[in-house]
T-cell receptor, first 113, second 113 residues
């Protein structure tokens, strides 16, 4: 069974204090690892897809990296507007040509001015 | 560009009443469509997915059903709501291939009273 564990559950940072969020996964036949940002009362917003170990993607203050067992979302010099819940998900084949997406429970990030 | 519309944004319904939530996608053809429920502390739970008109796969036995009457329309229904049906319902779409991310609507907050 595919599993995704995100840590920490919640993280409070001062504005400008860089840190990382962790996503550990167990999956057979990874097709992709996805990071999403979710604001309260809204649907998740897609950020990145990572396909293979060693791959990195960047967007503004966010950088996602991938190893064979985990992914990190690095946040450099965060601002209050980066406050949100960050979700990680892994996709793997589920048989008959279809794919299954397994989500972690998320990390709630709060950036204090 | 592709957009996804989901309505209503909020809904309060009495126990035993029917439910119909609608989702439409614009700017793409033959997408995979999904219904998820998100509960606090439990993460995103896949309820139904569809790879084509009239094709529905159910992931969790429950009081809900889904239909896809048109290529880019996905409907979540119930004949009689239960208190346990309360939650945040999200519709999503993806292109038909592994390794492609899901793109979510802004969700419907359903409260069953």
């Amino acid at each position: 069974e595919d599993q995704v564990t995100q840590s920490p559950e919640a993280l409070r940072l001062q504005e400008g204090e860089s840190s990382s969020l962790n996503c550990s996964y167990t999956v057979s036949g990874l097709r992709g690892l996805f990071w999403y940002r979710q604001d309260p009362g809204k649907g998740p917003e897609f950020l990145f897809t990572l396909y293979s170990a060693g791959e990195e993607k960047e967007k503004e203050r966010l950088k996602a990296t991938l190893t064979k067992k985990e992914s990190f979302l690095h946040i450099t010099a965060p601002k209050p507007e980066d406050s949100a819940t960050y979700l990680c998900a892994v996709q793997a084949p589920s048989g008959a040509g279809s794919y299954q997406l397994t989500f972690g429970k998320g990390t709630k990030l709060s950036v204090i001015p | 560009s592709q957009t996804i519309h989901q309505w209503p944004a909020t809904l309060v319904q009495p126990v035993g009443s029917p439910l119909s939530l609608e989702c439409t996608v614009e700017g793409t053809s033959n997408p995979n469509l999904y219904w998820y429920r998100q509960a606090a502390g439990r993460g995103l739970q896949l309820l139904f997915y569809s790879v084509g008109i009239g094709q529905i796969s159910s992931e969790v036995p429950q009081n809900l059903s889904a239909s896809r009457p048109q290529d880019r329309q996905f409907i979540l229904s119930s004949k009689k709501l239960l208190l346990s049906d309360s939650g945040f319902y999200l519709c999503a779409w993806s292109v038909v291939s592994g390794g492609s991310p899901l793109h979510f609507g802004n969700g419907t907050r359903l409260t069953v009273t």
